[in-house]
DNA sequence: TCGCTATATTAGAAATTGCGAATATAATGA
DNA sequence: TCATTATATTCGCAATTTCTAATATAGCGA
């Protein structure tokens, strides 16, 4: 294979390598969302989210929607969210059993608001 | 789901994201190498492949066994083997499409030297 | 022991990444 | 028009990554 090939997987592998970048696309697993909404939801400086939306955007892995004064959010192909899910059972497998339970505890919390 | 969770998952990605480590984990894909098979077949300077490598056994993505003068390794779970299946997949699903990332490629090849 | 082979580690330089602060742009409504 | 809101970009700096060159370690056979 081309090293140029590789190189094209590398860089997607590199946009995802960011727990704020792998937060982003979790909270789009639903749908689309406007770029405030993730600052909200997840606590960030505006011009530091904007900065990880740029990365995402520039790798083509999110795409956008113009939408009056706000720009939406979403996950180009469910591909990366399969990706993401790998990564989780990867996770859950290697991971110690508390910190699985913790993400658990985290989830619940999650579905009660 | 607590942030140190995301930082396993990104700190994974982040051993993925070079062409170089990909190129090993390819050639694992259908058993274990010694260490010095992989310099024979990407061409790589050998202290540079064994830094790759230690990327690579920091995250216990591959495993090793030492036999008398050499060192075997081995993808530790097939799972990582599927990350790269898929992300196979996203590859050919959207370079025929899109020229821009191409030149994206190109340009950042040109910067590379 | 010595010399050879395979592999790993260290050091230092260049490039890249991530951050906050400040600034810019664009849409909306008074 | 002006002010406000939402989002993006630029700048400067610290931290990290990647590379080459040099050095270190370990196993093996003479």
């Given at each position: 294979?081309?090293?140029?090939?590789?190189?094209?997987?590398a860089?997607?592998f590199q946009?995802l390598?960011h727990?704020?970048?792998?937060?982003?696309l979790?909270?789009l697993?639903?749908?689309?969302?406007?770029?405030?909404?993730?600052g909200?939801?997840?606590?960030?400086?505006?011009?530091?989210l904007?900065?990880?939306?740029?990365v995402l955007?520039?790798?083509?892995?999110?795409?956008?929607r113009?939408?009056?004064?706000?720009?939406f959010?979403?996950v180009r192909d469910p591909?990366?969210?399969?990706l993401?899910?790998?990564m989780?059972?990867?996770?859950h497998?290697?991971?110690?059993?508390?910190?699985?339970?913790?993400?658990?505890?985290?989830?619940a919390?999650?579905?009660?608001?």
């Amino acid at each position: 294979m081309p090293d140029s090939l590789r190189q094209f997987k590398a860089e997607i592998f590199q946009a995802l390598a960011h727990p704020t970048r792998i937060a982003i696309l979790e909270q789009l697993r639903d749908g689309e969302l406007t770029a405030g909404s993730f600052g909200d939801r997840l606590g960030l400086e505006q011009a530091n989210l904007s900065q990880h939306l740029a990365v995402l955007r520039g790798k083509q892995i999110v795409t956008t929607r113009k939408a009056g004064n706000q720009v939406f959010y979403a996950v180009r192909d469910p591909l990366i969210l399969d990706l993401l899910e790998l990564m989780r059972r990867y996770f859950h497998k290697y991971v110690g059993d508390s910190l699985a339970l913790m993400e658990e505890m985290e989830k619940a919390e999650e579905r009660r608001g």
